[in-house]
């Protein structure tokens, strides 16, 4: 089965301007996550959908970060305006919804905010 | 809320060596307990699990980890390291009631020839 697919890889933008990724999860997986993984640190979970119905998003930093799945697929991830630190990878997962933690993690998208 | 505790930043191992990466969690029933490896430039890739059961989980590439509910640990072992274990090592903790799963720092392993 494909993977969990990313894009871009990486982005390299100036702070205060805005910037957008995107994710395509495993088919037929009702769950989707965005961590966010700054450098020396653990993956942080930012938000969590349940096909298009967000479950979890405390943690996402509202004033700035927003994030959407349209038709319970794809999900597209923004920042504006950026700030310098918000210079992490940003990782999506996605889980079938049925079994506990059956994360499957995309390869991510290097943000450099300059 | 749990939280994941990994002591060690960077170990480094001679090839052919055993390896233990240690792992603390906090968390107040037993959790679900999850080991990730992360090479450069790419996603987390699962290792082991543990959800219940024997203590002891056996994992891909030859890892395996011990579930030690009076220490609150979940450290990973190797018998013998491969150079291409070279990578940053994750431990994380899980809720039984939700899907909120918390990660440590890392422990970044070298491989030394």
């Known amino acids: 089965e494909a993977g969990v697919a990313q894009s871009p890889r990486y982005k390299i933008i100036e702070k205060r301007q805005s910037v957008a990724f995107w994710c395509n999860p495993i088919?037929?997986?009702?769950?989707l996550y965005w961590y966010q993984q700054i450098l020396g640190q653990g993956p942080k979970l930012l938000i969590q959908?349940?096909?298009?119905?967000?479950?979890?998003d405390s943690q996402l930093p509202k004033d700035r970060f927003s994030a959407e799945r349209l038709k319970g697929v794809d999900s597209t991830l923004k920042i504006q305006p950026a700030k310098l630190e918000d210079s992490a990878v940003y990782l999506c997962?996605?889980?079938?919804?049925?079994?506990?933690?059956?994360?499957?993690f995309g390869s991510g998208t290097r943000l450099t905010v300059v | 809320a749990q939280s994941v505790t990994q002591p060690d930043i960077h170990i480094t191992v001679s090839e052919g060596a055993s390896l233990e990466l240690r792992c603390n969690y906090s968390y107040g029933a037993t959790p679900y307990l999850f080991w990730y490896v992360q090479s450069p430039g790419q996603g987390l890739q699962l290792l082991l699990k543990?959800?219940?059961?024997?203590?002891l989980v056996q994992g891909i590439k030859g890892f395996e980890a011990e579930f030690k509910r009076s220490q609150s640990s979940f450290n990973l072992r190797k018998p013998s390291v491969h150079w291409s274990d070279a990578a940053e090592y994750f431990c994380?903790?899980?809720?039984?009631?939700?899907?909120?799963?918390?990660f440590g720092a890392g422990t970044r392993l070298t491989v030394k020839p």
């Open positions: 543990y959800f219940s059961g024997d203590t």
């Open positions: 997962a996605s889980s079938p919804g049925d079994s506990p933690y059956g994360y499957t």
């Open positions: 994380a903790v899980g809720a039984r009631n939700n899907n909120d799963m918390r």
């Open positions: 088919s037929g997986h009702a769950t």
């Open positions: 959908f349940q096909n298009n119905g967000v479950v979890d």
